[in-house]
């Protein structure tokens, strides 16, 4: 298997180089077109080649053998493309790939909270290219409803494309996720969300919005449109800074401790994972008041341990799965 991906990798990445040659385009930009051949469609930039270029370009696409890779194996070889692609344009934060050692406990969490549930309504607050979305969605086996959100015309691009090649049926919105209509609700929500500020007015009526006048923290406002757009008892599985509540973070500390929503979870990744430990991230688990819903006991407050160490991490899955099942959750 791993020397099937390795080729299929290998023969993409030629691909995608001779397409940005060719072009003058950026790496991202070659991406686009790639997953365009990819996908049997035709482009009207790599039709202004010579016949000869677009015929090379397609054979190399061929031999890749894309098509022939199951499911999670597709996926990984979208995720190295998109994360050597992110590298060689350095692209800023927000579009980097969220990786499994992250996603695989989003889809673990979500696929306990379904359980034999069919027809689970699932929205992804930030899809950015897809790859966490593409961690849940192949992980779950019975049917359900995908609702993708993204503002950023080249990532909502990507993500289309993920979908596409990964079989996958997604509604993908291209929209400021703040401005999502309220009306439309969902089992889970999950997200690994972009960090600063949000350059346009925040709601009034969001307690995280700031009430200086001043702008506010988009994660923080994220935060709060999770759980406005959950069902009653639905579930917010969240991507945050793990120092989200070091920093004065009151507007945080009143949103949790509203009638309506239940902090269940705050578990931190290692900070070896990210290249910078500062920027290390945690996973936040928020449920919405519902009639079967009650606070956690405890509030689960752990540390995910490496994915390295085999041992750890299984001994933390099952005191997960325990505390889980505990609370009923």
């Known amino acids: ?110 696929n306990h909270l379904i359980g034999d549930k069919q027809n689970a309504k699932i929205l992804d607050l930030g899809v950015g290219s897809g790859n966490l979305l593409a961690t849940v969605s192949q992980s779950l086996t019975n049917v359900n409803e995908y609702v993708a959100v993204e503002n950023d015309d080249t990532l909502i691009t990507l993500a289309s494309g993920v979908a596409g090649l990964l079989e996958q049926s997604w509604e993908l919105i291209h929209e400021d996720a703040m401005q999502l209509d309220q009306a439309d609700t969902f089992d889970i929500v999950i997200g690994d969300l972009p960090v600063g500020y949000y350059p346009k007015t925040a709601p009034a009526n969001f307690v995280t919005a700031n009430q200086a006048d001043e702008l506010s923290y988009v994660h923080h406002l994220l935060i709060e449109k999770a759980v406005e757009l959950l069902k009653a008892g639905g579930t917010a599985l969240l991507l945050v800074p793990a120092r989200i509540f070091e920093n004065e973070a009151t507007d945080l500390l009143q949103l949790i401790q509203a009638d309506h929503v239940y902090m269940q979870a705050f578990m931190r990744f290692p900070g070896k994972m990210f290249a910078n430990a500062a920027n290390a991230k945690a996973l936040l688990v928020l449920q919405k008041q519902g009639s079967s819903v009650k606070q956690a006991s405890p509030v689960l407050l752990a540390d995910i341990p490496s994915y390295i160490d085999q041992e750890a991490t299984q001994r933390f899955l099952s005191e997960l799965t325990e505390w889980l099942t505990d609370n009923q959750l």
């Open 1 to 110: 298997m791993y020397e099937a991906i390795e080729n299929t990798i290998v023969n993409l990445k030629q691909a995608q180089t001779e397409i940005a040659s060719a072009l003058d385009l950026s790496a991202i930009e070659a991406v686009l077109i790639l997953f365009e051949l990819m996908l049997g469609q035709e482009d009207e930039q790599l039709a202004l080649l010579d016949r000869e270029k677009i015929d090379r370009i397609k054979d190399t696409v061929e031999q890749a053998k894309f098509s022939e890779l199951a499911g999670d194996g597709r996926r990984q070889v979208l995720q190295l493309l998109l994360v050597a692609t992110q590298r060689q344009d350095q692209l800023q934060a927000n579009y980097q790939v969220t990786p499994d050692a992250i996603g695989m406990w989003f889809a673990y969490l979500v």
